[in-house]
């Protein structure tokens, strides 16, 4: 196992400990990132939170203590329970459904609530797209997608 993959995993088990989980815990590596896959068993939903909230602050500390460990950046992506994959396969859907919306009614829809990793999701899902583009607007919690008519 690359070294950098077992510091990744040992600090993995060290955050779920502090918080009282025990998991099972798979670290992968590609490019600039880490995939951590945690099955954390009947504490899933804790881990995940509502609507995926507490999964996302433990990604982003987790992503903290990383940096900080390895001396530099790559993104952490926590996928707990496959909530993650989950969620991806409901916004591809939601995509879809919008586009189509957008082709028939020539107006753009806006997407507001997401996180930023979804409206990366999206972006990426509909970025090739010939009928479509999509933008993120707005500061903050305000940020909004939105998606409209290929000129």
Same mark, same amino acid.
């Given at each position: 196992m690359d070294e950098? /993959? !077992? +510091? /990744? !995993? !040992?600090e993995v088990e060290d955050l779920l400990e502090k918080v009282g989980v025990s998991a099972d815990i798979e670290v992968t590596e590609a490019d600039d990132e880490f995939n951590v896959l945690v099955d954390g068993h009947d504490d899933n939903a &804790? &881990? +995940?939170?509502r609507h995926g909230?507490? &999964?996302s602050s433990l990604q982003t500390i987790l992503g903290f203590i990383v940096a900080k460990k390895l001396g530099e950046y790559k993104? =952490? +992506?926590?996928? =707990?329970g496959g909530y993650r994959k989950d969620r991806e396969e409901y916004l591809k859907n939601l995509c879809e459904r919008l586009k189509e919306e957008v082709i028939e009614s020539g107006r753009e829809k806006i997407v507001n609530g997401l996180k930023p990793w979804e409206r990366r999701v999206i972006h990426m899902y509909l970025g090739e797209d010939k009928d479509v583009v999509t933008e993120s607007t707005g500061e903050g919690r305000d940020r909004v997608l939105v998606i409209k008519k290929r000129e």
């Open positions: 950098n /993959v !077992k +510091i /990744v !995993k !040992k &804790l &881990l +995940i939170g909230d507490t &999964l993104r =952490v +992506i926590l996928e =707990v």
